[in-house]
């Protein structure tokens, strides 16, 4: 029997996943040449209806490189000379920073522990620092980073270059791209697509970045630079042969959401948040790791549990349904639930369900 | 109604694909955690098929990456430290060139004309050159370079660190790993996949390397570098999300591949690029590019056209299957003919039929 995968991703699947992806065998998609007409009309709507529904610009260039963690690097490598800044609060943003200092720039970090957000008013960011590296949603620990707090900080510091992770949050937050330069997420979170495929939003800002630090004989990488990819995204193409079977896959499943609507999706997304932070809140036997309700994630619930994680774990699996564990030290005192649009409020409920009984 | 592609990549997918996709989808694999037991399992069955199919010996580990071009920045970057020596005689083994020069190495090579081929005899190694990099089927131009003259060159330079390119050929060629440090391919070629996955197979003594490069604070790259790479493949883990479907995918085909029989496989190979280089040998309206026998690919066959090559191509279209033109500026007067498992001699054949009638 199949399973209800409530995991912060790879996750459920969007229910419309199998359908397309028959459509798109019998289409024989995975035989089509990158080079050909068929591709770039691929390319072209799956960029049409990302720009549709997340309202990104046509300042703003969509690439596609093999993951997320892949974009850190491209990010490092194409718009910071010496300095970075991060805002750290867990694994992913952690990563961010690392890949910053492995590439040997001049990486600061303004840190928080596990569960703690950040508000626009306590930042502080370096005078030097090129790039400003901010988290949407922390993945490892269910920590937003509210879109208002991110537009006041770009506000605040209009000459820097801001790139925002929302890999475990993304078509979620709104994003004002007349202020984000860069912003970059993975498929198989919120969109509920199979893991393979980074998707790298960048403003034409990055690319003169880019373009100054080439010029200026910096090593921007070979693979994946910024004014290769923006390049051959001039006639919709790709570098390097890409992941075509699941660009076409993201194409699809985002004109569903925007047949469904981004309004309807959000709010979806904030109902069912409620839904479960109310009964962490209210049950004896869980409750919310992340204090504040304004740093609270909507699309990963982190809970501390009374009994061992693993316990309520395995009890929710033979119930039919996936979650997973706390992240690093919190692996057996936490479960983590992730609330994308591919879990419907019916199955939040069955999963809710579960957990009383557990408790 | 399907069409038959015998273009060299993306390419017709292995006839069991479908098959495996849709088990995949039935098992959830879409969905699973990476950090699970049943992803390890997939790694670990994947590695084992491709050793058995390519007689990878545990000497030499096997990594994935979003495609084979990211694969040629990790090499230089992993085991350059100044110098490497390229053989150039088409797009592909110049983009690996390029590569290195992008990351700032200093890059020699030794370069031919499109058509042309190396031996063993005339390759002249510079002696400061830390890494060879050799392409054995130079996909744009339809050359191979024999393994036979791969192993006699290792054996000449035996301190030097020597990559295969084997994208478009792999598992066809006898590639000696007690003698050669790496290679690498993507799945969209002989292995019958959609594109999207890369393949790296590296020897302890490139990690070796590239630890000695990270101990002398050598930038060796942040995402998918060499030893991390390798610490996670020690659990059949990744350092990034991969893409779990296609290492899935590519095991399956490859226990596929093992069930004929490696020698039963390159066998096949052999006669139907027999049959195709003797057709366009003896029609009066083709000929072959590559003169020598010994140079001329067995997986990708590319013939000189007497009318203009966009006429055959759409001829062979009609009639129901897909071939590719000529690289560059051999895109009007050349065809390409991809000789991949995925289509049968019984479909080169009919192939061949259309081919000979439209001559």
């Given at each position: 029997?199949?399973?209800?995968?409530?995991?912060?991703?790879?996750?459920?699947?969007?229910?419309?996943?199998?359908?397309?992806?028959?459509?798109?065998?019998?289409?024989?998609?995975?035989?089509?040449?990158?080079?050909?007409?068929?591709?770039r009309d691929i390319y072209r709507f799956t960029v049409e209806q990302l720009r549709e529904l997340m309202a990104i610009p046509e300042t703003h260039g969509i690439f596609f490189t093999g993951s997320a963690s892949e974009i850190w690097e491209r990010l490092a490598l194409n718009c910071v000379e010496h300095e970075s800044f991060h805002l750290v609060n867990g694994s992913f943003s952690k990563?961010?920073?690392?890949?910053?200092?492995?590439?040997?720039?001049?990486?600061?970090?303004?840190?928080?522990?596990?569960?703690?957000?950040?508000?626009?008013?306590?930042?502080?960011?370096?005078?030097?620092?090129?790039?400003?590296?901010?988290?949407?949603?922390?993945?490892?620990?269910?920590?937003?980073?509210?879109?208002?707090?991110?537009?006041?900080?770009?506000?605040?510091?209009?000459?820097?270059?801001?790139?925002?992770?929302?890999?475990?949050?993304?078509?979620?937050?709104?994003?004002?791209?007349?202020?984000?330069?860069?912003?970059?997420?993975?498929?198989?979170?919120?969109?509920?697509?199979?893991?393979?495929?980074?998707?790298?939003?960048?403003?034409?800002?990055?690319?003169?970045?880019?373009?100054?630090?080439?010029k200026a004989d910096q090593n921007i990488g070979a693979h994946h630079d910024l004014p290769t990819l923006w390049k051959f995204y001039q006639t919709y193409e790709t570098p390097a042969t890409p992941n075509v079977?699941?660009?076409?896959?993201?194409?699809?499943?985002?004109?569903?959401?925007?047949?469904?609507?981004?309004?309807?999706?959000?709010?979806?997304?904030?109902?069912?948040?409620?839904?479960?932070?109310?009964?962490?809140?209210?049950?004896?036997?869980?409750?919310?790791?992340?204090?504040?309700?304004?740093?609270?994630?909507?699309?990963?619930?982190?809970?501390?549990?009374?009994?061992?994680?693993?316990?309520?774990?395995?009890?929710?699996?033979?119930?039919?349904?996936?979650?997973?564990?706390?992240?690093?030290?919190?692996?057996?005192?936490?479960?983590?639930?992730?609330?994308?649009?591919?879990?419907?409020?019916?199955?939040?409920?069955?999963?809710?369900?579960?957990?009383?009984?557990?408790?």
């Amino acid at each position: 029997m199949k399973q209800i995968y409530f995991t912060a991703g790879p996750a459920e699947l969007y229910h419309t996943v199998t359908q397309h992806l028959q459509t798109a065998m019998n289409e024989q998609i995975g035989s089509i040449s990158h080079r050909s007409q068929k591709f770039r009309d691929i390319y072209r709507f799956t960029v049409e209806q990302l720009r549709e529904l997340m309202a990104i610009p046509e300042t703003h260039g969509i690439f596609f490189t093999g993951s997320a963690s892949e974009i850190w690097e491209r990010l490092a490598l194409n718009c910071v000379e010496h300095e970075s800044f991060h805002l750290v609060n867990g694994s992913f943003s952690k990563k961010c920073y690392d890949y910053a200092l492995a590439l040997g720039k001049f990486a600061h970090k303004q840190e928080k522990p596990l569960g703690e957000g950040f508000d626009y008013s306590e930042v502080e960011v370096p005078e030097y620092a090129e790039l400003v590296a901010l988290t949407h949603n922390e993945t490892s620990a269910g920590v937003q980073l509210r879109t208002v707090d991110i537009h006041k900080l770009k506000r605040s510091y209009s000459k820097k270059l801001f790139a925002v992770d929302m890999v475990s949050s993304a078509p979620y937050p709104d994003l004002d791209y007349s202020l984000i330069d860069s912003a970059y997420f993975s498929v198989q979170k919120a969109f509920g697509l199979p893991a393979g495929l980074g998707v790298w939003i960048a403003s034409e800002k990055l690319l003169e970045r880019a373009e100054q630090l080439k010029k200026a004989d910096q090593n921007i990488g070979a693979h994946h630079d910024l004014p290769t990819l923006w390049k051959f995204y001039q006639t919709y193409e790709t570098p390097a042969t890409p992941n075509v079977l699941f660009i076409y896959l993201l194409g699809k499943v985002a004109e569903d959401l925007n047949r469904i609507g981004i309004d309807n999706v959000r709010r979806d997304t904030e109902e069912k948040a409620k839904m479960i932070y109310k009964f962490i809140e209210s049950h004896s036997a869980y409750e919310p790791f992340v204090k504040e309700d304004r740093h609270r994630s909507r699309t990963v619930v982190v809970a501390n549990t009374i009994q061992s994680s693993a316990n309520v774990i395995a009890e929710v699996k033979k119930a039919g349904m996936v979650i997973g564990s706390g992240y690093g030290k919190f692996k057996d005192s936490q479960i983590r639930i992730a609330n994308f649009p591919a879990t419907s409020a019916e199955q939040v409920q069955q999963l809710l369900d579960v957990l009383q009984k557990i408790g």
